[in-house]
């Protein structure tokens, strides 16, 4: 799995015109899903993520998890994960990207709302968009602060 993390003021997720999903401050997620991706994966990555230490302290050092902000704040921890197959593709050859290492919908669908789920087990709220919709995203990123994330350089054989 890969994830583009950042940190936000706010984001939300229309469809259609439709508010589906928002947070204030906190976490929007971009998440692809790879053909060889397991929950192992999403265990890892919601875990990561949670744990992220990418929130500024009092003295203005990122020191700080989602969480701990939070509570700091008296706003809830929020993630706003967004499904986005295109995190797989692979454009190191010609100029249109390759989508061969994304996973089909079904096991997609399945691994996102399974990380979905691991992030709330984990104590944060997560919203949502909409999966294989065409979606508008709005943010406001602050710092900004922008992570990349993939569990295959965690998750090597050595490390399991």
């Not at 508010?19 to 053909?35: D, F, N, Q, T």
């Not at 203005?60 to 706003?75: D, Q, R, V």
């Not at 990207?97 to 789920?117: D, I, Q, T, V």
């Amino acid at each position: 799995m890969r994830a583009v993390v950042q940190r936000v003021s706010s984001a939300s997720v229309t469809v259609a015109g439709e508010l589906r999903g928002r947070v204030g401050r906190g976490l929007l997620v971009y998440l692809g899903v790879a053909l060889d991706d397991r929950e192992a994966d999403a265990d890892w990555l919601a875990g990561k993520i949670a744990g992220l230490r990418i929130f500024d302290d009092g003295a203005g050092k990122m020191n700080l998890s989602i969480a701990e902000a939070a509570s700091l704040s008296g706003h809830p921890p929020a993630v706003l994960a967004v499904s986005q197959f295109t995190l797989m593709g692979d454009a190191r050859k010609g100029r249109r990207p390759s989508w061969a290492g994304a996973a089909p919908p079904e096991k997609a669908r399945e691994l996102y709302g399974y990380f979905m789920g691991r992030v709330r087990d984990l104590g944060l709220i997560c919203e949502s968009g909409e999966f294989q919709a065409r979606i508008e995203v709005s943010s406001v990123n602050e710092g900004p602060v922008t992570i990349l994330l993939d569990s295959r350089e965690a998750l090597e054989p050595a490390a399991l």
